[in-house]
């Protein structure tokens, strides 16, 4: 971690202040973890998987990101392997010192032939004044399958967004298969919040699966209930994006969906992803009033 105090000739403004690191993370077909470095407030932890592979999740060992912070995971899995990478916790974007830095958080994932990662982080939460860029890329083999989930919260409970900008590029063997570039809050291009966009709601996913299997059984477009959608990409892969009022309707949108991608792939076809499964009741960062999170 490199905790940057003060800026070098020709440092941009933003980056004066902040806190730098990125975690590794790679994973063998043996099952075994031969890089799992954690960095400043990324802190990696092997945990047991419920199915084969192995499974590695994020722990905040600090407030992160805030303003004119420089975060990034680096994460390989290699030929043959599985990994499953989630978070303990919400990760909440709160603003810097400088009101005007934005922060940074680059993931760079790569999956190899044969291989399998299930990237299920826990919700990104942006709090009112915070400034986040997020960059997500990925490069599968064509072998590969990804379950990747994504999950945005405009602001905790009671208070405005933040500004969020995210990327999410994906290919697979070396061509692209999924560029899709989001922005929420003040500074936005106008009509982020309308009908056409968000129609008033604070929480936006997505959830991406490519598998070699949609070649042979390919899945065709579809609503899912009234506030998502499930789309066929140009490739063996889908893409599910929702939008709900709350973290929670949102995750039981993208549970339901995966659930009925995956016991499609298995022949079960008897649940159906218009009704989101029943998770339990839990809050997140983005449930807990802004006047009462610790900052």
Sequence with gaps: MDRVSGAAPGTPPDAATGVRATARIAAAADGGLPVLAGDGPLALRRTRAAGPGARVTVVGAMTAPLGGDRLAIETEVRAGARLTVDSAAATVALP???????????????????????????????????????????ELAGSARLVLREEQVLGRYGEEPGTLATRLTVHRAGRPLLDQELRFGPGAPGGWDGGAVLAGHRAVG??????????????????????????????????????????????????????????????????????????????????????????
């Design 206 to 295: 997505q959830l991406l699966v490519v598998d070699p299997g949609f070649g042979d059984h390919p899945v065709g477009p579809r609503p899912l209930g009234d506030r998502a959608c499930l789309t066929p990409l140009a490739g063996p892969a889908v893409l599910v994006t929702a939008v709900a009022p709350d973290a929670l309707l949102l995750r039981r949108t993208l549970d339901a969906a995966l659930d009925s991608l995956e016991s499609q792939e298995s022949g079960d076809s008897s649940e159906s992803p218009e009704e989101p499964r029943r998770v339990p009741e839990r809050r997140s960062a983005a449930d807990v009033p802004a006047e009462t999170a610790v900052r």
């Design 96 to 138: 810097g010192r400088d009101p005007d830095a934005e922060a940074s958080y680059d993931v760079r994932l790569r999956v190899g032939a044969d291989a399998e990662l299930r990237w299920l982080p826990e919700q990104l939460v942006c709090a009112a004044g915070s400034r986040l860029s997020m960059r997500t890329r990925v």
